[in-house]
């Protein structure tokens, strides 16, 4: 069973206001991943990090920042909330092998702003 | 990475197997095709991954045909708690893409009493 965990599960904030959303694994994967899903729509890759201090913007753009300082810990952050960041966002990390590669995912936190 | 497509919905009995479509007529002979599952406001949950033999796991089976253009998930005995969004993704495993799947639209099995 995978070890990934994001808090909060859920959150309702005004605009404006600075989040963290937290993520964190115990399984000592290099690879971590942040991806976005409005409701009934499909997943969005937003940021990656293929190890510490090391982290990539994905496919879809964002204007939440991540950092990379510890392995099992991923945060996302956005500076300032807005009601067009409502939505919600998962947390993955990955085994390093190729075609064996499989993503854990954590349960996610579901972002609304008012 | 090749496109895939997928019914958008299905409708199983439950303890009936559930055969889940997927076609993939653009796959290249380095992709593999995965399958993952999204349980309701939960995040994706590997079930099983292949290349050109079919696989078989505690999860489910997966048959892709001779000429690998398409490929079945089946769950044997599929339970309410089956109900789910079933994703098949097709993937060339290297380094650069990496964490790089492509969920789309998925098929949203709803298995029923």
């Known amino acids: 069973e995978a070890d990934i965990y994001q808090t909060p599960r859920y959150l309702v904030i005004g605009t404006g206001k600075k989040i963290t959303l937290e993520c964190s694994q115990t399984?000592?994967?290099?690879?971590m991943y942040w991806y976005q899903q409005d409701p009934g729509m499909e997943l969005h890759l937003i940021h990656y990090?293929?190890?510490?201090?090391?982290?990539e913007k994905g496919d879809l753009s964002s204007e939440s920042t991540v950092s990379r300082i510890r392995t099992e810990h991923f945060p996302l952050t956005l500076e300032s909330a807005r009601p067009s960041h409502t939505s919600q966002y998962l947390c993955?990390?990955?085994?390093?092998?190729?075609?064996?590669?499989?993503?854990?995912f954590g349960s996610g936190t579901q972002l609304s702003v008012l | 990475d090749a496109k895939t497509t997928q019914p958008p919905s299905m409708d199983c009995a439950e303890g009936r197997a559930a055969n889940l479509p997927c076609n993939h007529s653009?796959?290249?002979?380095?992709?593999?095709v995965y399958w993952y599952r999204q349980i309701h406001s939960q995040g994706p949950q590997y079930i099983i991954h292949?290349?050109?033999n079919n696989e078989t796991n505690e999860m489910a089976s997966l048959i892709i045909t001779e000429d690998r253009k398409s490929s079945t998930l089946i769950l044997p005995h599929a339970t309410l708690r089956d109900t789910a969004v079933y994703y098949c993704?097709?993937?060339?495993?290297?380094?650069?893409?990496?964490?790089?799947?492509?969920f789309g639209q998925g098929t949203t099995l709803q298995v029923k009493p």
């Open positions: 990090s293929y190890g510490v201090n090391s982290t």
């Open positions: 399984m000592g994967h290099d690879k």
């Open positions: 653009t796959i290249s002979g380095n992709e593999y």
């Open positions: 292949g290349l050109k």
């Open positions: 993955a990390s990955s085994t390093r092998t190729g075609a064996n590669e499989k993503l854990f």
């Open positions: 993704i097709v993937r060339f495993p290297g380094s650069s893409n990496t964490g790089k799947l492509i």
